[in-house]
């Protein structure tokens, strides 16, 4: 997954041909299914024979995401996360004097936070320095095991622009030209606004999901 992701940021994208294939989890027991234009990829724990999978619908022009596939992929008392698009920016590296955000482990508990904690390795918690703001931007492990942005504004300064400030102080904690991924559902136009005003490019599409553990 982290390889197709790689070449989907280069712009060198899976052919547009309706298929599909299976590759890997990248994250203990979590599934997921990822869709580019015209091609989709199911990174799955099991290896699902494919006439199943053609019985419940998948293809590379949207049924990879019909929800009858990804419920009875997940089974009874599965989990499965938001339709998200996904997207791509780049590092921007520090800038001269100190970073603009700076650990907040205090922000451990914020909503957002417990979330990347779930289906992500390796978080580190961000804010600025001011521990009265709740504006909150995590690093992480997540799609495909690559680095994964996610972040909230304090609510106290929503609908002020500052969403693309803390995306790009989030991306100067990032070495230049490294590249950062960000999962949004498209129903959050503000945030994903924000995300290309900041220089994200959409890559394609993710939905996570958990088969329930037995007990």
């Known amino acids: ?27 203990p027991g979590l599934q ?3 869709a580019f234009t015209g091609h989709a990829v199911l990174a799955l724990a099991d290896d699902v024979p494919a006439a199943t999978l053609v019985d419940l619908g998948v293809d590379g022009f949207g049924g990879a995401h019909d929800p ?4 009875a992929l997940a089974g009874p008392g599965g989990w499965i996360d ?7 920016g780049r590092g921007r590296g520090a800038a001269e004097g100190r970073p603009a955000l700076v650990p907040r482990p205090d922000l451990i508990d914020h909503h957002r936070v417990r979330h990347a904690l779930d289906v992500r390795s390796a978080a580190r918690v961000f804010g600025y320095a001011d ?11 997540g799609l495909g095991g690559l680095l994964e942005l996610s972040f909230e ?7 002020t622009g500052q969403g693309i400030t803390l995306i790009r102080d989030a991306l100067q904690l990032v070495p230049v030209g490294d590249l ?15 995300l290309l005003r900041a220089g994200f490019e959409p890559l394609g599409s993710v939905q996570l999901f958990r088969s329930r553990t037995p007990g």
């Open 153 to 159: 504004l304090d609510p106290q300064v929503r609908g």
């Open 180 to 194: 950062v991924l960000a999962s949004v559902a498209p129903g959050n136009a503000a945030s994903l606004r924000s």
């Open 82 to 88: 938001s339709l998200d698009a996904v997207l791509a």
């Open 131 to 141: 521990p009265a703001s709740e504006s909150v931007a995590v690093l992480a492990r």
């Open 68 to 71: 009858r596939l990804v419920s």
């Open 1 to 27: 997954m982290a390889e197709l992701l790689h070449a989907a940021a280069e712009g060198r994208f899976p052919d547009v041909d309706g298929g599909w294939h299976q590759v890997p989890p990248w994250h």
């Open 32 to 34: 997921a299914i990822v």
